[in-house]
Every structure is written in C-alpha cells, then in structure tokens.
C-alpha cells in the first residue's frame, strides 16, 4: 500500500498569513495527489486534483505543486473560512489512501 | 445540482450487519465510479472501497475486505455498502463519494453528508 505522510499534524496562523503544508508519498505517484478541505462536522471538498489543478469555485488563494512523492498546497493569504483540516490523498492506484491531516488553527 | 445522500447508519452490536445506502442525483450515475470512505471520531479519512460504473472492478481495503460488500443499481442510482461481522473498530461516519470522470482512479469531487454507524454492545 502506498503510505502518505503529511507534515506538520497541526499549524497556527493568522488571518492574512502565508501557509504550506506537505505530503510525502512513500512510493512515486508521478502527480496523482489530490488536496481536500474538511470542515467541523462537514464532508471533505475538494481542492486541488493531480497535484496542481484548482477544483472548480475553489478560490485562488489556494495552489497545489510537487511531483513524484513531494507535494505542497499552498495558502497564499489564510481567510477566516480556510481555518479547517487539510488532507492529502493519493489516486495513483485504486486504494486511495489519505495522509493523517493537517489541523489549520488561529493563531 | 449533484446531491448524494447516504442513509442506514444506526447503532448495532459488535458482529452484527447494517447496509448503508447512497442515493445520487443530479448526474448520470451509470457513467461514474463510486467509493465508500469512512472517518471514525476524531480521526482522519480511510478509504474503503471502490466500485467501478458498470460494476466490472470492486476494491476493498484490507481492513474491510470479506467483511463488506459493495453494490450499485444504476437503474436507481444508487450505491451499497453491505456491512457483516461488525466491530468496534467499524464505529465512524461512513461517506458516499463520486470519482471525476476522466481518470481511471479520479479524485472525489462530490461527497454526501455521512452517515454514523456505531457498533457497541
């Protein structure tokens, strides 16, 4: 199974900040990996698909790059509603494995 | 508008089954391939299992695989999950989710809401 590692676990920011979050596959995926956005108490979204495509009606602030097994999403400047759990997951193969997440907390 | 609402999720006790259902509206469900995905409280998301559009391809992962069936009948638009041999473990919200077409394993660009299976004695 492909293991995907996302780092860190959590983060605290402000409004207006600049974030990266990463996610390492254990095995290349060449660009098969997909960021999602889940909010308390609500279904992921999706955000970014093969690595770097922005979903659409997903806002620009939000950016994906990476190939092989080192991926970044990218928040350019954080906004009160992106205060939520980020997940990476992979779609190279048909177990679509998900890495741990990542909890965007106010600083 | 796509709509995906999942429904079947109770309380039962550990060994026992439950079928969860999916219900999809707003596209045409037959050309689409369709996943389960669960998160148990407080954790993160575990794919369980894929069902490709005409029913040709199923995956499990392991930690379900002999234990759950899934199903579709595009003549209803909808999707299954038969639940045996329930565990502790098996305790999360359960997910529905379509795969974007164009790719032979897509990422999920419409979810349902979840349903809460609890499994306890």
């Known amino acids: 199974d492909i293991q995907m590692t996302q780092s860190p676990s959590s983060l605290s920011a402000s409004v207006g900040d600049r974030v990266t979050i990463t996610c390492r596959a254990s095995?290349?995926?060449?660009?098969?990996l997909n960021w999602y956005q889940q909010r308390p108490g609500k279904a992921p979204k999706l955000l970014i698909y093969?690595?770097?495509n922005l979903q659409s009606g997903v806002p620009s602030r939000f950016s994906g790059s990476g190939s092989g097994t080192d991926f970044i999403l990218t928040i350019s400047r954080l906004r009160p509603e992106d205060f939520a759990t980020y997940y990476c997951?992979?779609?190279?193969?048909?177990?679509?494995?998900f890495g741990q997440g990542t909890k965007v907390e106010v600083k | 508008e796509v709509q995906l609402v999942e429904s079947g999720g109770h309380l039962v006790q550990p060994g026992g089954s439950l079928r969860l259902s999916c219900a999809a509206s707003?596209?045409?469900?037959?050309?689409?391939?369709m996943n389960w995905v669960r998160q148990t409280p407080g954790k993160g998301l575990e794919w369980i299992s894929f069902?490709?559009?005409?029913?040709?391809?199923?995956y499990y992962a392991d930690s379900v695989k002999g234990r759950f069936t899934i199903s579709r009948d595009n003549a209803k638009n909808s999707l299954y999950l038969q639940m045996n041999s329930l565990r502790d473990g098996d305790t999360a919200v359960y997910y529905c989710?379509?795969?974007?077409?164009?790719?032979?394993?897509?990422?999920?660009?419409?979810w349902g809401q979840g349903t809460l299976v609890t499994v306890s004695s």
């Open positions: 093969t690595a770097s």
């Open positions: 069902v490709s559009s005409s029913s040709r391809n199923i």
């Open positions: 095995q290349d995926i060449t660009n098969y």
């Open positions: 989710a379509r795969a974007m077409v164009g790719y032979n394993y897509g990422p999920f660009d419409y």
């Open positions: 707003g596209f045409t469900f037959s050309t689409y391939t």
């Open positions: 997951q992979q779609s190279y193969n048909s177990f679509r494995t």
